[in-house]
Nanobody
């Protein structure tokens, strides 16, 4: 059974940095993409950053130049380095992955359990 396990997050002052990581475990044949989403109270979940197995990346405009995503296709881990954090970055951050299990040729979407990031002003 494929699972995404997140680590990192916590409380930081505005202007500070935090790192998140998410490891995919289980019988995985192929990584399609891995990404981070976030959801603030009262708001919809939104894409923060995405990295594909081919090496391309995509960022929300609000985090460009401050956040960096990297995907390790071999270890099946995605990292998110967050610098210059702002109070508006406060949210629950969710790991998202499109992975093809070993027993299937069909990619599936997986979500992590979420990790809280709080930025104080």
């Amino acid at each position: 059974q494929v699972q995404l396990v997140e680590s990192g997050g916590g409380l930081v002052q505005a202007g500070g940095s935090l790192g998140l990581s998410c490891a995919a475990s289980g019988s995985i044949f192929r990584v399609g993409s891995m990404a981070w989403y976030r959801q603030a109270p009262g708001k919809q979940r939104e894409l923060v950053a995405q990295g594909t197995s081919s090496g391309s990346t995509n960022y929300a405009d609000s985090v460009k130049g401050r956040f960096t995503i990297s995907v390790d296709n071999v270890q099946k881990i995605v990292y998110l380095q967050m610098n210059g954090l702002r109070p508006e970055d406060t949210a629950v951050y969710y790991c998202h992955a499109v992975l093809t299990p070993l027993d299937s040729e069909i990619p599936n979407v997986y979500w992590g359990q979420g990790t809280q990031v709080t930025v104080s002003s």
